[in-house]
Protein backbone atom coordinates (compact mmCIF):
# COMPACT_ATOMS: atom_id res chain seq x y z
CA UNK A 1 0.00 0.00 0.00
CA UNK A 2 1.48 3.49 -0.93
CA UNK A 3 1.70 5.08 2.35
CA UNK A 4 1.20 8.09 1.25
CA UNK A 5 -2.75 7.46 0.76
CA UNK A 6 -3.13 6.29 4.68
CA UNK A 7 -2.37 9.95 5.77
CA UNK A 8 -5.38 11.15 6.93
CA UNK A 9 -6.52 14.56 7.53
CA UNK A 10 -9.81 15.79 9.93
CA UNK A 11 -11.45 19.10 9.66
CA UNK A 12 -14.13 21.16 10.37
CA UNK A 13 -17.29 21.44 8.42
CA UNK A 14 -17.01 24.76 7.55
CA UNK A 15 -13.46 24.02 6.34
CA UNK A 16 -14.04 25.31 2.62
CA UNK A 17 -14.05 28.89 4.31
CA UNK A 18 -11.69 31.40 2.57
CA UNK A 19 -8.42 31.50 5.17
CA UNK A 20 -9.48 28.77 7.33
CA UNK A 21 -6.89 26.50 9.28
CA UNK A 22 -8.78 23.50 7.77
CA UNK A 23 -8.82 24.76 4.50
CA UNK A 24 -5.10 25.87 4.38
CA UNK A 25 -3.99 22.50 5.20
CA UNK A 26 -5.52 20.67 3.03
CA UNK A 27 -4.70 22.85 0.21
CA UNK A 28 -1.24 22.62 1.20
CA UNK A 29 -1.12 19.24 1.40
CA UNK A 30 -2.55 19.37 -2.29
CA UNK A 31 0.24 21.88 -3.07
CA UNK A 32 2.65 19.74 -1.61
CA UNK A 33 0.90 16.32 -3.87
CA UNK A 34 0.24 14.65 -1.24
CA UNK A 35 -2.43 11.69 -1.18
CA UNK A 36 -4.63 11.47 1.55
CA UNK A 37 -8.15 11.45 2.83
CA UNK A 38 -10.59 13.66 4.45
CA UNK A 39 -12.63 13.27 7.27
CA UNK A 40 -15.44 15.88 8.58
CA UNK A 41 -16.38 16.62 12.15
CA UNK A 42 -19.33 17.88 13.31
CA UNK A 43 -19.52 20.52 16.20
CA UNK A 44 -17.75 23.76 16.15
CA UNK A 45 -16.11 26.44 18.66
CA UNK A 46 -17.91 29.00 16.90
CA UNK A 47 -21.31 26.98 16.96
CA UNK A 48 -22.77 27.34 19.91
CA UNK A 49 -25.39 25.32 19.11
CA UNK A 50 -23.10 22.29 18.55
CA UNK A 51 -21.58 22.49 22.58
CA UNK A 52 -24.05 20.06 23.73
CA UNK A 53 -22.73 17.28 21.20
CA UNK A 54 -19.09 18.61 20.66
CA UNK A 55 -17.70 16.08 22.90
CA UNK A 56 -19.44 12.93 21.72
CA UNK A 57 -18.97 14.32 17.88
CA UNK A 58 -15.37 14.75 18.31
CA UNK A 59 -14.47 11.65 20.36
CA UNK A 60 -12.09 10.18 18.03
CA UNK A 61 -10.23 14.05 17.43
CA UNK A 62 -9.89 13.22 21.45
CA UNK A 63 -8.30 9.86 21.71
CA UNK A 64 -5.74 11.07 18.61
CA UNK A 65 -4.78 14.62 19.76
CA UNK A 66 -5.85 14.70 23.29
CA UNK A 67 -7.82 17.77 22.44
CA UNK A 68 -10.71 18.21 20.34
CA UNK A 69 -10.03 21.16 18.12
CA UNK A 70 -9.40 20.34 14.09
CA UNK A 71 -7.36 20.23 11.92
CA UNK A 72 -5.27 17.47 12.61
CA UNK A 73 -3.24 15.39 10.42
CA UNK A 74 -3.09 11.49 11.50
CA UNK A 75 0.29 10.11 9.47
CA UNK A 76 0.32 6.63 7.74
CA UNK A 77 2.49 5.45 10.77
CA UNK A 78 0.64 6.77 13.61
CA UNK A 79 1.77 10.22 14.27
CA UNK A 80 -0.33 13.32 14.48
CA UNK A 81 0.04 16.69 14.24
CA UNK A 82 -2.35 19.10 15.43
CA UNK A 83 -2.85 22.70 14.09
CA UNK A 84 -3.26 24.43 10.47
CA UNK A 85 0.13 25.97 10.69
CA UNK A 86 1.73 22.94 12.60
CA UNK A 87 0.43 20.89 9.68
CA UNK A 88 1.85 23.28 6.88
CA UNK A 89 5.13 23.98 8.45
CA UNK A 90 5.45 19.94 8.31
CA UNK A 91 4.47 19.82 4.72
CA UNK A 92 7.33 22.23 3.74
CA UNK A 93 9.54 20.23 6.15
CA UNK A 94 8.48 16.69 4.25
CA UNK A 95 8.16 16.79 0.58
CA UNK A 96 6.54 13.75 -0.78
CA UNK A 97 9.17 10.92 -2.01
CA UNK A 98 8.59 10.36 -5.92
Known sequence: M????AMLL???????SFMHPCRDAGEALRNADYTFETRQV???I???WTWPSRAKDRAEI???SGQRRVPILVLDGGEVITGGSNIIEWTQANPPSS
Open 10 to 16: YVCRSGS
Open 46 to 48: AQP
Open 42 to 44: TGG
Open 2 to 5: DSLA
Open 62 to 64: KRL
